[in-house]
């Protein structure tokens, strides 16, 4: 069985290059491209291209998998790199065709640190698909995908570089939050008070550093764990701001 391999690119230059190359067993590669303004699609040039812009990721996906060509499709984000035994197994798994998806843990590197702690592991993904069987993705802030069939368990993990600096950190927080923020505007949010965003901030604190034992990963695993407290101070003033507007 043939295999397509998808990457969702904005501004992906500094990662784009490694990404590609740990898909090199793939028999094609789809690049989706959200506008970027970087160097991004030069350097992916040996892929199949598609420039669209971003409604949602949920519909960046769902138009990758109409554009590919063979039965099985993997779907990774540029921040992504599969190892040379995930790959083997990969192969594999689609030879034989047992599932009609299968899922992979992820491991999580945060500032150059692997993350084992903190609700990051094992971190479920699932990321390969038999198209015959995909139906879509849906979900606007954490999409899933939806299947007929089993799902399979695949032994070997996909690598993670999740971000690498705070400035890179916050940024990408912005952008997830203020989607996250609108989805609740949406649903019909109760006004937003003080005292929940402070209870917001101290519960998801205490969940990441203190239940999902973050503490164990060190000074990655307190800056994480407080990252994430400031996410949700970040959702609700921006669901605050709405609510005022």
């Known amino acids: 069985m043939k295999l397509s391999a998808v990457v969702l690119t904005h501004n992906s230059a500094a990662v784009i290059g490694d990404c590609l190359q740990s898909l090199r067993f793939a028999d094609e590669i789809i690049v989706i491209d959200s506008g970027s303004t970087d160097n991004t699609l030069a350097l992916a040039s040996t892929a199949r291209i598609y420039k669209r812009k971003l409604v949602s990721f949920a519909a960046q996906r769902n138009f990758a998998l109409g554009q590919a060509k063979y039965p099985w ?45 903190g609700g990051y592991w094992p971190d479920w993904q699932t990321r390969l698909f038999r198209v015959k069987d995909f139906l879509k993705y849906a979900g606007t802030v954490h999409e899933s995908p939806h299947f007929n069939g089993p ?33 609740f505007i949406k649903a019909g949010h109760p006004p937003v008070t003080w005292w929940r965003i402070i209870k917001v901030m101290v519960w998801e604190f205490c969940y990441r550093y203190f239940k999902k034992m973050g503490f164990l990963d060190g000074y990655v695993g307190l800056v994480e764990s407080l990252l994430q407290a400031m996410n949700r101070f970040f959702v609700y003033q921006q669901v605050w701001e709405m609510q005022q507007s």
Do not use: P
Request: proline share 0%.
């Open 151 to 183: 799902l399979g368990s695949l032994k070997t993990h996909l690598i993670h570089f999740s971000h690498n600096n705070i400035s890179e950190c916050l940024e990408k927080s912005i952008v997830w939050t203020k989607k996250e923020a609108e989805q």
């Open 73 to 117: 499709v993997l779907m990774i984000d540029s921040d992504e790199r599969v190892s040379a035994a995930l790959a083997k197994e990969i192969r594999a798994v689609i030879q034989i065709g047992s599932f009609s998806a299968y899922r992979m843990k992820r491991l999580n590197y945060f500032f150059g640190r692997v993350m084992k702690h």
